[in-house]
T-cell receptor, first 115, second 113 residues
């Protein structure tokens, strides 16, 4: 158990809909990262927040947005969903503001299926 | 920008045999290197990391990796694998000045009895 909690574990929805994925980081971790894992794209970095502020942005579509709340949990909002958005969405957390020296702790992911 | 290439998408190996999973990276600046493992239906877990110092890095579960700057490689090795090592292994790179961790496409290690 990494200590990172993601909900829901599975989500099935239709094209055009909007969903929200939630992540609670490990106790004490200030950074939250979102990654998308799909068969064709592999593991893609989406966005990082540190203590409530956006710190780095990756290959995140404009239809997607995220935020980190004062209690440090984070939400990833996916709107106008398309079939190609079907993927496993991982949240990870770390203590530091830079994720590149310390360890990232990953949740078990939220599997999104868009029909 | 940094990139990672994992040359093998799948590596089948018999139990107790040695294994090497290959990883090459590309970067114009100094980097940190990592190997993560993903067991079925789980998130990723850090196996080992190279930040500086000795180029031979030892990690959990008997794995080790060697940083080779001239060949821009960071291959993962284990002298004797177990069935429980069956998983997907991801190599990752990050520039020392960056916040982002860039993952390779993964190598599925399949250990057969």
């Amino acid at each position: 158990d990494s200590g990172v909690t993601q909900t829901p574990k599975h989500l099935i929805t239709a094209t055009g809909q909007r969903v929200t994925l939630r992540c609670s980081p490990r106790s004490g971790d200030l950074s939250v990262y979102w990654y998308q894992q799909s068969l064709d794209q592999g593991l893609q970095f989406l966005i990082q927040y540190y203590n409530g502020e956006e710190r780095a942005k990756g290959n995140i579509l404009e239809r997607f947005s995220a935020q980190q709340f004062p209690d440090l949990h984070s939400e990833l909002n996916l709107s106008s969903l398309e079939l190609g958005d079907s993927a496993l969405y991982f949240c990870a957390s770390s203590v530091s503001s830079t994720g590149n020296t310390g360890e990232l702790f990953f949740g078990e992911g939220s599997r999104l299926t868009v029909l | 920008a940094q990139s990672v290439t994992q040359l093998d998408s799948q590596v089948p190996v018999f139990e107790e045999a040695p294994v090497e999973l290959r990883c090459n990276y590309s970067s114009s600046v100094s980097v940190y290197l990592f190997w993560y493992v993903q067991y079925p239906n789980q998130g990723l877990q850090l196996l080992l990391k190279y930040l500086s110092g000795s180029t031979l890095v030892k990690g959990i579960n008997g794995f080790e990796a060697e940083f080779n700057k001239s060949q821009t490689s960071f291959h993962l090795r284990k002298p004797s694998v177990h069935i429980s090592d069956t998983a997907e292994y991801f190599c990752a790179v990050s520039a020392r000045s960056s916040y982002k961790l860039i993952f390779g496409s993964g190598t599925r290690l399949l250990v057969r009895p």
